[in-house]
C-alpha cells in the first residue's frame, strides 16, 4: 500500500494492489492515520467481497451519484436533486444496507417536524424510493424496505390575483422575472420555459411549441402566443443564445432558488412555487370566460380531469342552468297567490294522458329476416 499526496495542501491518495486488482482513489482527509484506516477499509472490504461473496458497502452518496450518472435525461432531475440533497443531509456516509424501517420511520419524523405536509414527506419518499430500488437492481441490497406513505388531504389550488402578481415580479431579479412573465403568459411549465430555444419560437406567426419528448404528456404542444408573451420574446431577443433565458450566457438550470424564494417573501408570497403560476394562468382564463376543452389545449393537459380543478373559477358555463329548480321564496318572503278554485278543481285526466305520462311510441317495426 502506498499513501501520497497529489498536492502539498491536499488530502491524501492511497494505491494498493489486491489479487491483481489495482485500487487508487483519495482518502478525503489531510490525516494521515485516518487515511491509512480508511485504505486498509477499503481492502478488507474488496478482500471479502472477492472471497467470500459478500456485497459491497455501498454509501447512499455513492448510490445517488451512480443514478444521477444514468438518469440525467428525466425532465423532473432538478426537482429531484432538491429532494436528494436533503436525503443526503440525513443519510451522509450510511451504506445503503442499513436503511431499513427503522431509519426510515427517523427520516418521515425528521421531514414533519420541518413544518411540512405529508404530501412533502411523500414527495422525499419517493425520492428515496428510487435510490433504494436502484441499489437493488445493481445487487446492493437484498431487497428494498417497505416505506410508509402518509394521508394527503386535498390541497387548495394556489394562483395569484393580478396586484399579487404584480408584486412578485417587482421583486424578482430581471432574468427570474422574465421567465415568470412567460409563464403567466403562456402557461407553460417550468422546464418548458427553462429550456425554451428560439429554434421552438416562430414570430412571425406568434406561436411556440414543445417538442414531445419534453412535454410531461409526451406529445407536442402548440403555444399561441399572446401579446405580454411577444413583448418578453422582443426582449430576450437581445440575447443572441440558443436558449431564450439565459442567466450570464448560460441556460437556467434552476428557478426555485434562493433568489426566486427571497423575492417571494419579500412581496409576501412565501412558499410560492413557480408552477403556481401555471396554476395562476389557468385560473385567469377561466375567469376570463375560457372554455374548458380550449384551456385543455392550450395547457397541453393529457386529461379533462386536470382542468375541472379550475372549473369553481368560472360559472357562466353553469350559471344559466341555477333557476331550472324554480324558487322556494314562499317559504321565507312573498307568498305566492293562491289558485281559484276553478283552477284547482281541474281533473287529473285532463293533465295526464290516458295511456301514462310516457307518450306511445307510433310507427314502430322490427325487421327481422331468417336468411
Known amino acids: 500500500m502506498h499513501l501520497y499526496k497529489r498536492t502539498k495542501n491536499g488530502p491524501w491518495w492511497f494505491d494498493l494492489s489486491i489479487d491483481g486488482t489495482r485500487i487508487r482513489q483519495s482518502a478525503g482527509t489531510k490525516d494521515r492515520r485516518e487515511a491509512e484506516e480508511l485504505a486498509a477499509k477499503v481492502a478488507s472490504d474488496y478482500w471479502r467481497q472477492k472471497k467470500l461473496g459478500e456485497r459491497p458497502a455501498v454509501t447512499w452518496e455513492t448510490a445517488v451519484v451512480h443514478w444521477l450518472k444514468q438518469n440525467q435525461h428525466l425532465r423532473s432531475l432538478e426537482t429531484v436533486k432538491q429532494r436528494l440533497r436533503w436525503l443526503t443531509g440525513q443519510l451522509k456516509g450510511t451504506p445503503v444496507r442499513e436503511i431499513g424501517r427503522e431509519r426510515i420511520a427517523d427520516l418521515i419524523q425528521a421531514k414533519l417536524e420541518t413544518g411540512v405536509v405529508g404530501a412533502t414527506v411523500n414527495r422525499h419518499m419517493a425520492a428515496l424510493s428510487v435510490i433504494l430500488h436502484h441499489a437493488h437492481r445493481e445487487g446492493w441490497i437484498d431487497a428494498v424496505p417497505p416505506i410508509r406513505k402518509l394521508p394527503e388531504g386535498g390541497s387548495r389550488l394556489t394562483w395569484l390575483t393580478k396586484p399579487q402578481a404584480h408584486r412578485l415580479l417587482d421583486e424578482l431579479p430581471a432574468h427570474l422575472r422574465q421567465m415568470a412573465r412567460f409563464a403567466l403568459a403562456t402557461g407553460l411549465r417550468e422546464s418548458n420555459v427553462r429550456l425554451l430555444e428560439w429554434a421552438q419560437v416562430d414570430l412571425e406567426r406568434a406561436i411556440a411549441w414543445i417538442h414531445a419528448d419534453q412535454a410531461k404528456g409526451k406529445k407536442v404542444i402548440s403555444v399561441p402566443l399572446n401579446a405580454d408573451a411577444l413583448a418578453v420574446l422582443a426582449e430576450q431577443r437581445a440575447e443572441r443564445r440558443p436558449y431564450v433565458f439565459t442567466y450570464q450566457g448560460q441556460p437556467v438550470s434552476r428557478i426555485y432558488n434562493h433568489a426566486w ?111
Open 261 to 371: 424564494q427571497k423575492a417571494c417573501r419579500r412581496a409576501g408570497l412565501d412558499g410560492l412555487r413557480f408552477h403556481d403560476l401555471r396554476h395562476t394562468w389557468a385560473s385567469w382564463h377561466v375567469q376570463a370566460g375560457t372554455p374548458l376543452p380550449v384551456l385543455q389545449q392550450l395547457g397541453g393537459w393529457a386529461s379533462y380531469q386536470m382542468v375541472l380543478r379550475y372549473a369553481h373559477l368560472g360559472r357562466d358555463h353553469i350559471a344559466a342552468y341555477a333557476d331550472n329548480l324554480g324558487t322556494l321564496r314562499h317559504i321565507y318572503g312573498t307568498v305566492p297567490k293562491k289558485k281559484t278554485e276553478a283552477e284547482a278543481s281541474v281533473p287529473l285526466s285532463d293533465l295526464v294522458a290516458w295511456d301514462g305520462i310516457e307518450p306511445p311510441t307510433q310507427g314502430f317495426s322490427i325487421l327481422c329476416s331468417t336468411d
